[in-house]
């Protein structure tokens, strides 16, 4: 299964701590340890999917791939903070749209490749990326 792949785990761990970091580096209103977990595991989950949907053109499942992109984006941001903070989320839902919506293209193309890390690396090689 994809998401128990070595690789694709430690890129999320990394990701995590990266996040946890940044929260205690920017003291934002809106960003803390709960909400940066939720939204980078939702991004693991949905974002791969979310760009192979597009990559193959499966526009049957657009629909509900805009829902999984905005429920990861900004759905589950505005329903943590609509009870957490209700101030902040006033105060940073826009912000935080677009630099969510960034990072979850990046998480999705990062985890896109189906295969081991051996495997991408020998892909890359024979495609001189």
Known sequence: ??????????TLAIGMALLIAGSFYYQA???DIPISLIMAI???LTAPWSLRVLIERRWKLF???????????DGSYWIYWHYTNPVALDMMREANFFASLSLYGICGVVWLY??????F???AWRFNI
């Open 29 to 31: 209103p809106d960003w």
């Open 42 to 44: 939702l991004a693991y």
């Open 1 to 10: 299964m994809e998401y128990l792949r070595p690789w694709k785990l430690i």
């Open 114 to 119: 189906r295969g081991s890390l051996r495997e």
């Open 63 to 73: 629909p509900a791939m805009l829902l999984a992109t905005w429920f990861s984006v």
């Open 121 to 123: 690396v020998k892909d």
